[in-house]
Nanobody, 124 residues
Protein backbone atom coordinates (compact mmCIF):
# COMPACT_ATOMS: atom_id res chain seq x y z
CA UNK A 1 0.00 0.00 0.00
CA UNK A 2 1.54 3.29 -1.10
CA UNK A 3 1.75 5.94 1.59
CA UNK A 4 2.15 9.65 0.95
CA UNK A 5 3.48 11.92 3.69
CA UNK A 6 3.02 15.64 3.20
CA UNK A 7 4.83 18.51 4.89
CA UNK A 8 5.85 22.11 4.39
CA UNK A 9 2.68 24.08 4.93
CA UNK A 10 2.43 27.08 7.18
CA UNK A 11 1.54 30.73 7.41
CA UNK A 12 3.05 33.38 5.18
CA UNK A 13 2.33 36.95 4.19
CA UNK A 14 1.08 37.83 0.75
CA UNK A 15 3.91 37.84 -1.75
CA UNK A 16 5.84 35.20 0.13
CA UNK A 17 6.82 31.67 -0.84
CA UNK A 18 6.40 28.17 0.50
CA UNK A 19 7.59 24.76 -0.63
CA UNK A 20 5.45 21.73 0.03
CA UNK A 21 6.95 18.25 0.17
CA UNK A 22 5.34 14.87 -0.45
CA UNK A 23 7.24 11.65 0.13
CA UNK A 24 6.00 8.44 -1.46
CA UNK A 25 6.81 5.23 0.42
CA UNK A 26 7.62 3.29 -2.75
CA UNK A 27 7.08 3.39 -6.47
CA UNK A 28 4.17 1.34 -7.74
CA UNK A 29 2.43 1.38 -11.10
CA UNK A 30 -0.68 2.56 -9.28
CA UNK A 31 1.20 5.65 -8.08
CA UNK A 32 2.87 6.41 -11.39
CA UNK A 33 1.79 10.04 -11.37
CA UNK A 34 2.03 12.33 -8.34
CA UNK A 35 0.14 15.56 -8.06
CA UNK A 36 -1.07 18.38 -5.86
CA UNK A 37 -4.58 19.55 -5.11
CA UNK A 38 -5.97 22.16 -2.76
CA UNK A 39 -9.28 22.71 -1.07
CA UNK A 40 -10.47 25.90 0.53
CA UNK A 41 -13.39 25.90 3.02
CA UNK A 42 -16.69 25.57 1.22
CA UNK A 43 -15.06 24.90 -2.14
CA UNK A 44 -14.37 21.84 -4.25
CA UNK A 45 -10.98 20.23 -4.36
CA UNK A 46 -8.94 21.96 -7.07
CA UNK A 47 -6.19 20.42 -9.16
CA UNK A 48 -2.88 22.29 -9.21
CA UNK A 49 -0.32 20.15 -11.00
CA UNK A 50 0.83 16.58 -11.65
CA UNK A 51 4.16 15.06 -12.60
CA UNK A 52 4.98 11.80 -14.39
CA UNK A 53 7.44 10.15 -11.99
CA UNK A 54 9.37 8.35 -14.71
CA UNK A 55 9.88 10.92 -17.44
CA UNK A 56 9.34 13.94 -15.07
CA UNK A 57 6.92 15.61 -17.47
CA UNK A 58 4.79 18.10 -15.57
CA UNK A 59 1.23 19.21 -16.18
CA UNK A 60 -0.46 22.29 -14.70
CA UNK A 61 -3.91 23.73 -14.35
CA UNK A 62 -3.97 26.88 -16.46
CA UNK A 63 -4.73 29.06 -13.43
CA UNK A 64 -1.68 27.70 -11.59
CA UNK A 65 0.94 28.25 -14.27
CA UNK A 66 3.60 30.80 -13.46
CA UNK A 67 3.46 30.90 -9.65
CA UNK A 68 3.46 27.18 -8.85
CA UNK A 69 6.14 24.67 -9.86
CA UNK A 70 6.01 20.91 -9.36
CA UNK A 71 9.23 18.91 -9.32
CA UNK A 72 10.78 15.61 -8.26
CA UNK A 73 13.89 14.77 -6.30
CA UNK A 74 16.56 12.45 -7.70
CA UNK A 75 14.94 9.38 -6.17
CA UNK A 76 11.67 10.33 -7.89
CA UNK A 77 9.84 9.35 -4.73
CA UNK A 78 9.54 12.88 -3.38
CA UNK A 79 7.56 15.57 -5.12
CA UNK A 80 7.74 19.26 -4.34
CA UNK A 81 5.37 22.14 -4.94
CA UNK A 82 7.15 25.48 -4.98
CA UNK A 83 4.65 28.29 -4.49
CA UNK A 84 5.71 31.88 -5.12
CA UNK A 85 3.98 35.25 -4.96
CA UNK A 86 1.35 33.78 -2.68
CA UNK A 87 -2.01 35.51 -2.33
CA UNK A 88 -4.68 35.34 0.37
CA UNK A 89 -6.87 33.39 -2.06
CA UNK A 90 -4.24 30.63 -2.06
CA UNK A 91 -5.21 29.85 1.52
CA UNK A 92 -6.36 26.22 1.58
CA UNK A 93 -5.54 22.71 2.67
CA UNK A 94 -3.06 21.30 0.18
CA UNK A 95 -3.03 17.60 -0.64
CA UNK A 96 -0.57 15.34 -2.37
CA UNK A 97 -2.03 12.49 -4.40
CA UNK A 98 -0.89 9.65 -6.66
CA UNK A 99 -2.55 7.80 -9.53
CA UNK A 100 -1.90 5.18 -12.17
CA UNK A 101 -1.76 5.93 -15.90
CA UNK A 102 -5.09 6.60 -17.54
CA UNK A 103 -8.00 8.66 -16.41
CA UNK A 104 -7.85 12.40 -16.04
CA UNK A 105 -5.07 14.27 -14.27
CA UNK A 106 -7.38 16.98 -12.96
CA UNK A 107 -9.99 14.66 -11.47
CA UNK A 108 -9.57 13.89 -7.74
CA UNK A 109 -11.61 10.70 -8.07
CA UNK A 110 -8.95 9.24 -10.38
CA UNK A 111 -6.31 9.42 -7.62
CA UNK A 112 -6.48 6.38 -5.31
CA UNK A 113 -3.74 7.56 -2.97
CA UNK A 114 -3.79 10.71 -0.86
CA UNK A 115 -1.54 12.31 1.70
CA UNK A 116 -2.84 13.78 4.93
CA UNK A 117 -2.95 17.39 3.76
CA UNK A 118 -1.03 20.42 4.91
CA UNK A 119 -2.53 23.83 5.68
CA UNK A 120 -1.32 26.92 3.83
CA UNK A 121 -2.48 30.27 5.16
CA UNK A 122 -1.63 33.50 3.35
CA UNK A 123 -2.34 36.76 5.15
CA UNK A 124 -2.72 40.15 3.50
Amino acid sequence: QVQLVTSGGGSVQAGGSLRLVCARSEYTYASHYMGWFRQAPGKEREWIATVHTRNTEAYYADSMKGRFTISLDTTRNTVYLQMNSLRPEDTAMYYCAAKPPGGRLMLPADYPYWGQGTQVTVSS
